[in-house]
């Protein structure tokens, strides 16, 4: 099976235009994420992520439990993702209320002088989750010499970064069998998901990294973040106003998951919009003393 689920820039604007109707609190985030998947769209065609694994060695290594990138890399451009990083802090520029008139510095740092320094630097933010890639950023002093906060430096990054991953993951599901993969973390690049839906024809849970934008079905009685399958540990919270968000925590780790039921929604759900929208069962579970394993997103 294909882990398939891609949307055209169209289709993304008209899902979000169709959810700020709804909740017009949410325009400004859902705005500035818009623009921000514009200029992933707009890049994709120049990206090769080198996707070079067969399918035998590929599916040989989610039978065995182990991501392909344990194995393989991405192929990241330094020139691509200079500009591609220059045009993510254009449009977050743009597009936040927010303060952030320093953000282009960072373009002025030594990392970005050369081609040869942006390749090591590239080697240093990849691979990482957001705390480890903030952990990085403090270490090699980028927030103090910038003096951009570092939350921010995480999030164009991140962004910056995503588009490479999620080409490799288009390749990568040309070949390889996504059904052999048993884990909760990701088969693709190890992160963990933040966030599932349930699967139109047999309602079966997918869950989505937030990094490549892979997607594998993992059982729903189980917690991907711990293995925990003791149901009384596990339990589900709605929200009485949006019944088709769930979420669903584990007592074991602490940690939690929201999911949109899909069958119940009738439509076709982006999984990076649904997440920015449901927000409400965050707050919901961060009360519950619950927390996201890994929390991308900024508000
Ligand atoms: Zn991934
Ligand atoms: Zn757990």
């Known amino acids: 099976m294909r882990a398939k689920d891609r949307f055209s820039y169209k289709e993304i604007r008209k899902e979000i235009e169709r959810h700020i109707k709804k909740d017009e609190s949410y325009a400004s985030i859902l705005n500035l994420y818009g623009a921000v998947f514009a200029v992933h769209e707009k890049n994709y065609p120049k990206i090769d992520p080198g996707a070079g694994l067969a399918k035998d ?3 040989a290594l989610l039978r065995g439990g182990r991501c392909l990138l ?9 020139g691509l993702f200079r500009g591609l990083l220059g045009d993510i802090i254009a449009t977050v520029q743009e ?6 008139k320093k953000l282009p510095r960072l373009l002025e740092l030594e990392e970005f002088k050369s081609d040869g320094r942006l390749e090591q630097f590239i080697e240093g933010i990849k691979d990482r989750a957001k705390s480890r890639l903030e952990r990085y ?4 002093k980028i927030e103090k010499r910038s003096k951009v ?9 991140l962004m910056s970064l995503i588009p490479f991953y999620s080409s490799y993951t288009r390749q990568a599901e040309e070949k390889a069998n996504f059904d052999l993969w048993r884990r909760g973390s990701c088969p693709v690049c190890n992160q963990k998901p933040n966030m599932a839906k349930f699967r139109v024809n047999d309602g079966a849970r997918l869950l989505g990294c937030w990094l490549c934008k892979a997607q594998w079905a993992f059982p729903r009685g189980e917690c991907p973040f711990c293995g925990n399958r003791d149901g009384e540990k596990l339990p589900s919270f709605y ?6 968000y769930r979420l669903d925590a584990c007592k074991k780790c602490r940690g939690y998951i929201k999911t949109i039921d ?9 999984l990076d919009i649904e997440s920015i929208v449901s927000m409400r069962l965050d707050a919901r579970a961060i009360k519950e003393r619950f927390r996201q394993p890994e ?3 900024i508000k």
Request: charged content about 45%; aromatic content about 2%.
């Open 57 to 59: 060695e590929m599916d």
């Open 70 to 78: 344990e194995e393989d890399s991405v192929r990241i451009d330094p």
């Open 95 to 100: 597009n936040s209320p927010a303060e952030l």
């Open 137 to 140: 950023l403090a270490d090699q």
């Open 149 to 157: 906060d570092r939350e921010i430096l995480s999030f164009v990054l």
């Open 239 to 244: 929200l009485e106003e949006d019944k088709i």
């Open 262 to 270: 899909a069958r119940t929604a009738k439509r076709d759900v982006i």
């Open 295 to 297: 929390k991308i997103l």
